[in-house]
Structures are given as C-alpha cells and as structure tokens.
C-alpha cells in the first residue's frame, strides 16, 4: 500500500515549469487500477494538452486554484475554485489558464491507467512524435482544432 498521507508538494512532478505540470499522486497501479489521481498545476497562459479524446476512462476535475478554461464538445466553459467539471470517455476536450495568475486542479481518473500517458508527455522532448506513444493509451489528437484556442488566447505549451 502507499503511504497514508501525500503531504503538499510531494510526489513526482514532471513537465515544462511554464506550463502544465502534473504531480502524480495516486498511481492506479498500485490500486488495483481503478482509479488515478493527479494534479496538474497550470502556469499562467499554458494549454495542457492539444484538442484530445481518449476512449478507456473518464476524468473528474475539481479546481483548487484560480480558474481554468475547457474546451468540451465544441464549446468553452470556464471553472472557478470549487468547480467539478467532467470530462467523458470519448469526448474531444482540452483545458488551459488563460489567466495571468497559476491555476491548479485535481484530476481523477476511472478506471486508472491514463496518468502513464501523462508520464510519458511530461518527459518527451520537442523531437518526440508524440502520436505513437499515447496511442495504445486510446488517445489521439487534434492539433488542427487546438490551433484557433492557443491563438485566442496566447497560449503555450511550456
């Protein structure tokens, strides 16, 4: 079993730190692969990941801090602190802080399993197909629809 208590700021922590870090914090593995938890920890102006659908699990996202937009099933939504926002298997979604401040929220995975994918995006280098790695994760992505969001808002990946 994993220790009882995740003090804040432990746990690995992997991505660029301008823009979105992950702080995993329940590996599914060691749970019997039910669920995931991790947080992700938005820079200011930083989009967390293109346009994407994944097709095995559903992400629960609770915001602890600041404000995060999303984009979900073609429209925008924005997420204050204490917000849940559910993102399905299959939908095309993706999220950002547009804001000049740091934004934090804690995601939930079910089943578990996807924060591998995470692990893997938070240590590729700008070289790295990205495609073929997150695909037998049942991810892919849009980088054509993810275009017009990074322009609107300034964005960066970090």
């Known amino acids: 079993m994993e220790q009882r208590i995740i003090r804040a700021g432990e746990g690995l922590i992997l991505g660029a730190e301008n823009g979105v870090r992950d702080r995993f914090l329940v590996d599914s593995k060691a749970w019997g692969g039910g669920m995931a938890v991790v947080e992700h920890l938005l820079a200011p102006h930083a989009i967390a990941a293109p346009v994407h659908r994944h097709t095995k699990e559903d992400e629960f996202s609770?915001?602890?801090?600041?404000?995060?937009?999303?984009?979900?099933?073609?429209?925008?939504?924005?997420?204050?602190?204490?917000?849940?926002?559910?993102?399905?298997?299959?939908?095309?979604?993706?999220?950002?802080?547009a804001a000049d401040e740091p934004a934090r929220m804690l995601e939930l995975i079910s089943p578990g399993g996807l924060e591998e994918a995470f692990k893997i995006i938070g240590t590729a280098t700008e070289e790295i197909d990205l495609g073929p790695l997150i695909e037998p994760f049942g991810c892919e992505a849009d980088m054509d629809a993810t275009g017009p969001i990074i322009e609107r808002y300034g964005l960066t990946f970090g």
Not at 68 to 79: D, L, P, R
């Open 62 to 97: 609770m915001i602890l801090e600041g404000r995060v937009w999303f984009w979900a099933a073609g429209e925008e939504h924005v997420a204050e602190v204490g917000d849940l926002v559910f993102k399905p298997r299959g939908e095309w979604h993706t999220f950002w802080n």
